[in-house]
């Protein structure tokens, strides 16, 4: 394991949502559509995401949005 790795902290689903102001429908349509970080499998039934991965997400959107003018 890199070191990187070994210092990433993982967020659950309800601090994603939050941090990137998304429903869960539509995390989980982008996850779908390859337009989003896919989770990492914790347990059976938990999943988290790499925190780095959803910063660099929100930035890219910043990048974007603002390449196309910003928003209405």
Do not use: K, Y
């Not at 993982?10 to 601090?15: D, F, I, M, V």
């Not at 925190?51 to 959107?61: G, K, L, M, N, V």
């Not at 974007?64 to 910003?70: D, E, H, I, L, V």
Request: hydrophobic share 40%; charged share 20%.
């Amino acid at each position: 394991m890199s070191d990187a790795s070994s210092q990433s902290t993982l967020l659950r689903r309800p601090e994603v949502l939050r941090r990137c102001g998304i429903s869960n429908s539509t995390l989980h349509r982008l996850i779908n559509a390859g337009d989003f970080p896919a989770p990492i499998q914790l347990g059976p039934r938990a999943v988290a995401w790499i925190e780095e991965e959803i910063t660099a997400w929100i930035e890219q959107r910043i990048v974007a949005s603002r390449a196309q003018g910003g928003a209405a």
